[in-house]
């Protein structure tokens, strides 16, 4: 049965967040959360996940919803720092390394690929994989086989929110459960 209400609330590191629940298949919805522009939560979430994320040379997050969780804990660990998976061969990118992706919000294959510089950078070295969301996990598998591609070791994995089945996985570090509504 679709679900009779257009809010979710969550409270996340004490803050209460209203998200819009919003059809992604035939039956299927979910909860639909955008970090970007939620300076206040990129704050408080990259503070609370700071101490739990494994020792690290670097992080990483997929264009773009990451990025500010990124940019923030890269500073509170004091990194010089991250990587970008962007969704598309930039003109600047030499000898790009890239993989596909298919994820629930964007319902569509997509690809993320680095700069041949910043792989080199990643050969050899620890990397924690961010996100703003964990769902089915393929954007996390699509970053894990670059990071994999480039010669680094995938040590971590980290998100606001694991949502579904996400949450019963013993590999993520999260923040809070996000349900999906099935009917």
Same mark, same amino acid.
């Given at each position: 049965?679709?679900?009779?209400?257009?809010?979710?609330?969550?409270?996340? @590191?004490?803050?209460?967040?209203?998200?819009? @629940?919003?059809? =992604?298949?035939?039956?299927?919805?979910?909860? +639909?959360?955008?970090?970007?522009?939620?300076?206040?939560? =990129?704050?408080?979430?990259?503070? %609370? *996940?700071?101490? !739990?994320?494994?020792?690290?040379?670097?992080?990483?997050? %997929?264009?773009?919803?990451? &990025?500010?969780?990124?940019?923030?804990?890269?500073?509170? /660990?004091? /990194?010089?720092?991250?990587?970008?998976?962007?969704?598309?061969?930039?003109?600047? /990118?030499?000898?790009?390394? @890239?993989?596909? @992706?298919?994820?629930?919000?964007?319902?569509?294959?997509?690809?993320?690929?680095?700069?041949? +510089?910043?792989?080199?950078? &990643?050969?050899?070295?620890?990397?924690? &994989?961010?996100?703003?969301?964990?769902?089915?996990?393929? +954007?996390?598998?699509?970053?894990?086989?670059? =990071?994999?591609?480039?010669?680094?070791?995938?040590?971590? !994995?980290?998100? =606001?929110?694991?949502?579904?089945?996400?949450?019963?996985?013993?590999?993520?570090?999260? *923040?809070?459960?996000?349900?999906?509504?099935?009917?």
């Amino acid at each position: 049965m679709k679900p009779n209400f257009d809010k979710y609330e969550i409270n996340i @590191v004490g803050l209460v967040r209203k998200l819009p @629940v919003v059809q =992604v298949e035939d039956h299927l919805s979910i909860a +639909s959360f955008v970090l970007l522009g939620d300076s206040q939560l =990129v704050l408080k979430a990259a503070a %609370a *996940l700071k101490d !739990r994320i494994p020792a690290c040379d670097y992080m990483i997050t %997929a264009e773009a919803k990451g &990025i500010p969780l990124v940019q923030e804990l890269s500073r509170l /660990m004091n /990194m010089d720092r991250y990587f970008v998976a962007r969704k598309s061969i930039k003109p600047y /990118m030499t000898n790009p390394f @890239v993989t596909e @992706v298919y994820s629930i919000t964007t319902q569509k294959k997509q690809i993320l690929c680095l700069d041949e +510089s910043e792989s080199n950078m &990643i050969r050899g070295k620890r990397i924690v &994989i961010v996100d703003d969301v964990i769902s089915t996990g393929e +954007s996390l598998r699509a970053m894990e086989t670059l =990071v994999k591609k480039a010669g680094g070791n995938v040590v971590g !994995r980290a998100a =606001v929110l694991a949502e579904g089945d996400a949450a019963d996985r013993s590999d993520i570090i999260y *923040l809070e459960k996000l349900p999906v509504f099935k009917y």
